[in-house]
């Protein structure tokens, strides 16, 4: 099952109409120079929302879970996770390591509060407390990014196949997206440099 941000790529779409509307806007007043200068820090803004706010994905699966961040891919197996935590975002942690996952942030004061509703809504209607003040980690709310993600990563963890390997001894690939890197530090360059060679 793959898991993608909603709010990430909501911001996403909100960003590439904005960047469409500026860009346009700027190009109809500039010169040459100018509007290439615009279609190219469009161009790169448009690919950085891409890979910051709609790329990043966590895929679980029976083997283990697969962290898509923007720059590098973390595949981590059941054998090698240690814990799992929300503090911030949905982090799984290795042996003497820790990997966020982007897809997963924590819930917004205000995400909390409606999940908490939510949450409340479904256990005794006499209970007078809400699940922020049950001692719920506002990370591990169900309905809120994180906590969902955080659920489906421990449910498949909890179902694995009991293995006598040592979590030390498992090693984590990680991929780094080198055409990212260099997408995203190139950008800047081709907007400073290719309008004054025209």
């Not at 679980?60 to 929300?86: C, F, K």
Request: hydrophobic share 50%; charged share 20%; glycine share 8%.
């Amino acid at each position: 099952m793959t898991v993608h941000s909603r709010v990430n790529r909501g911001f996403a779409i909100a960003s590439w109409a904005l960047l469409a509307v500026l860009g346009v806007l700027l190009a109809l007043q500039s010169q040459l120079q100018g509007v290439v200068a615009t279609a190219i820090v469009v161009a790169w803004l448009a690919y950085a929302a891409y890979a910051g706010l709609w790329a990043p994905a966590l895929e679980v699966g029976a083997r283990g879970a697969q962290i898509r961040n923007p720059l590098r891919t973390i595949s981590v197996s059941w054998d090698a996770l240690i814990h799992v935590d929300t503090k911030y975002s949905l982090t799984l942690h290795t042996p003497g390591r820790a990997w966020p996952v982007w897809c997963a942030p924590q819930a917004s004061a205000l995400a909390a509060r409606r999940a908490a509703k939510r949450v409340r809504d479904d256990r005794d209607p006499r209970d007078p407390r809400s699940a922020l003040d049950s001692g719920i980690p506002v990370g591990d709310l169900p309905g809120t990014e994180s906590g969902d993600a955080a659920a489906l990563v421990r449910q498949r963890w909890e179902q694995r196949p009991a293995s006598r390997v040592d979590a030390d001894d498992v090693a984590v690939p990680v991929t780094v997206h080198w055409g990212r890197v260099a997408a995203l530090v190139g950008g800047p360059v081709l907007a400073a440099t290719v309008p004054l060679l025209l």
